[in-house]
């Protein structure tokens, strides 16, 4: 049964008690970010909790309430995994129905009217301070999907995949939070990839595509020239977010040999506001993809003792048409069906060679997908490269994104049974892109 609180909470809320995510807000007159929950409807101010002697009863939080205090979660979660769950933990004790302190907050009205307030009348704000991100490939669908548009079939999966998480460096000064709109790049293209002289044109993209994924926080770090082992990795997850990966699939295909991705996916990354506690999707963990079953064991660097590295999270994509408004489901599958790499997998390889992380740092899971086409998650897979458009509401058609189409991705685990985590919105408005000349000034 789902733990009930003395707070209104609807039970198909995705912000049930169960949750209790983490995020950075202004509150209504107040220019000050500070972190923050949000339960049900409402956003719980927890600098001004701690401020007033809420976690009092803590003993993990004494000495360190300043953590609460700052415009970022850097330093919160730079107290570690196990100090965040503490946290996390005495939230849903405060706010539960039958509290043992009922005296910090259920019975104290006027420290409610100060630290909790409707949702929807709070700015939420790009969680951290981002130094690093990384985008993998851990999505085997997707991987195979893509490699036979290119490669064909029989040279699907490149003979590494199966060996190793393979990423991208990517950029962090261009990691945007859910609501904030997304212009449409200029770039080099050439129309005719096939052909025996290429020639390149600059022109704003013209496939611009959307990825789901979810991305994963650092808590902690290593130091430099250190590594950090794939059955120790779990304590530096810090919690999740969704992730789309945005993609100028002409520009990535012309710049992508030999080095990979570049101004194909720098101009843009849209993460959700709330940051969903690593701990709170321990009761959902579940199998994921196993890789093919000829495929040689993997290094000891990378073998896990667990197999559970998934989790049964229903992801959707949402896609509101720019020209009509109509909202279409464009994707709907689960982490567990996509995903072959573990984020602890991801992170042993990271830091193999001693390249250190800090609290603050992303890794994306990169594009999950599932079996049938409409569990494929970027229009590339489902449109075979552009070349068979999918019908939306409305009778419209898309092969690739328009400017005005906005795109929602959404994720949720549980049911009312046991409270719904859920992570809020991670949504984009694509604009056109800037007026310039082909010339590039």
């Given at each position: 049964?789902?733990?009930?609180?003395?707070?209104?909470?609807?039970?198909?809320?995705?912000?049930?008690?169960?949750?209790?995510?983490?995020?950075?807000?202004?509150?209504?007159?107040?220019?000050?970010?500070?972190?923050?929950?949000?339960?049900?409807?409402?956003?719980?101010?927890?600098?001004?909790?701690?401020?007033?002697?809420?976690?009092?009863?803590?003993?993990?939080?004494?000495?360190?309430?300043?953590?609460?205090?700052?415009?970022?979660?850097?330093?919160?979660?730079?107290?570690?995994?196990?100090?965040?769950?503490a946290?996390?933990?005495?939230?849903?004790?405060?706010?539960?129905?039958?509290?043992?302190h009922?005296?910090?907050?259920?019975?104290?009205?006027?420290?409610?009217?100060?630290?909790?307030?409707?949702l929807?009348?709070?700015?939420?704000?790009?969680?951290?301070?981002?130094?690093?991100?990384?985008?993998?490939?851990?999505?085997?669908?997707?991987?195979?999907?893509?490699?036979?548009?290119?490669?064909?079939?029989?040279?699907?999966?490149?003979p590494?995949?199966?060996?190793?998480?393979?990423?991208?460096?990517?950029?962090s000064?261009?990691?945007?939070?859910?609501?904030?709109?997304?212009?449409?790049?200029?770039?080099?293209?050439?129309?005719?990839l096939?052909?025996?002289?290429?020639?390149?044109?600059f022109?704003?993209?013209?496939?611009?595509?959307?990825?789901?994924?979810?991305?994963?926080?650092?808590?902690?770090?290593?130091?430099?020239?250190?590594?950090?082992?794939?059955?120790?990795?779990?304590?530096?997850?810090?919690?999740?977010?969704?992730?789309?990966?945005?993609?100028?699939?002409?520009?990535?295909?012309?710049?992508?040999?030999?080095?990979?991705?570049?101004?194909?996916?720098?101009?843009?990354?849209?993460?959700?506001?709330?940051?969903?506690?690593?701990?709170?999707?321990?009761?959902?963990?579940?199998?994921?993809?196993?890789?093919?079953?000829?495929?040689?064991?993997?290094?000891?660097?990378?073998?896990?003792?667990r197999?559970?590295?998934?989790?049964?999270?229903?992801?959707?994509?949402?896609?509101?048409?720019?020209?009509?408004?109509?909202?279409?489901?464009?994707?709907?599958?689960?982490?567990?069906?996509?995903?072959?790499?573990?984020?602890?997998?991801?992170?042993?390889?990271?830091?193999?060679?001693?390249?250190?992380?800090?609290?603050?740092?992303?890794?994306?899971?990169g594009?999950?997908?599932?079996?049938?086409?409409?569990?494929?998650?970027?229009?590339?897979?489902?449109?075979?490269?552009?070349?068979?458009p999918i019908?939306?509401?409305?009778?419209?058609?898309?092969?690739?994104l328009?400017?005005?189409?906005?795109?929602?991705?959404?994720?949720?685990?549980?049911?009312?049974?046991?409270?719904?985590?859920?992570?809020?919105?991670?949504?984009?408005?694509?604009?056109?892109?800037?007026?310039?000349?082909?010339?590039?000034?």
């Open positions: 049964m789902a733990p009930a609180s003395w707070l209104d909470v609807a039970t198909d809320s995705r912000f049930s008690l169960a949750n209790i995510p983490f995020g950075i807000a202004t509150f209504p007159g107040s220019s000050k970010r500070v972190v923050t929950t949000a339960i049900g409807e409402y956003a719980f101010n927890l600098s001004v909790f701690a401020s007033n002697n809420g976690f009092v009863h803590v003993a993990e939080t004494q000495g360190q309430l300043e953590a609460f205090n700052e415009p970022t979660l850097n330093a919160l979660a730079s107290l570690g995994r196990r100090f965040c769950g946290v996390r933990r005495s939230i849903q004790d405060i706010l539960k129905f039958d509290t043992p009922p005296d910090l907050l259920k019975n104290n009205h006027d420290l409610q009217r100060r630290c909790l307030s409707p929807a009348e709070v700015q939420l704000h790009l969680p951290f301070e981002i130094s690093g991100f990384s985008d993998f490939y851990g999505g085997m669908n997707h991987a195979y999907n893509a490699g036979a548009l290119f490669r064909g079939q029989n040279g699907a999966l490149l590494n995949y199966v060996h190793l998480p393979m990423a991208y460096h990517g950029r000064s261009s990691i945007f939070v859910s609501g904030t709109p997304v212009r449409r790049p200029w770039g080099q293209i050439v129309e005719d096939r052909a025996t002289e290429k020639k390149p044109i022109v704003p993209c013209r496939t611009m595509d959307f990825e789901l994924e979810l991305g994963c926080f650092v808590c902690g770090g290593n130091a430099p020239f250190d590594s950090i082992p794939v059955d120790a990795a779990e304590e530096y997850i810090f919690g999740y977010v969704l992730l789309n990966d945005w993609s100028a699939r002409d520009v990535q295909r012309w710049e992508y040999v030999p080095l990979g991705p570049f101004n194909g996916k720098n101009f843009a990354t849209t993460i959700s506001a709330w940051v969903v506690l690593a701990d709170a999707l321990e009761p959902f963990r579940k199998p994921g993809m196993q890789r093919p079953p000829n495929s040689t064991p993997l290094l000891p660097y990378l073998q896990e003792r197999d559970d590295f998934s989790f049964d999270l229903n992801l959707e994509v949402e896609l509101v048409s720019g020209a009509t408004k109509h909202k279409s489901t464009l994707c709907s599958t689960n982490a567990a069906d996509g995903l072959v790499w573990s984020f602890p997998q991801m992170l042993a390889h990271h830091t193999v060679t001693g390249c250190p992380m800090k609290a603050g740092d992303l890794l994306g899971s594009t999950i997908s599932g079996l049938t086409t409409s569990s494929l998650g970027c229009l590339l897979e489902q449109t075979l490269n552009g070349t068979q019908q939306l509401e409305g009778q419209e058609q898309r092969t690739w328009e400017d005005g189409d906005e795109v929602i991705l959404k994720a949720w685990a549980g049911d009312k049974s046991t409270g719904y985590i859920g992570f809020g919105d991670a949504a984009g408005v694509l604009l056109p892109a800037h007026k310039q000349t082909a010339s590039g000034t």
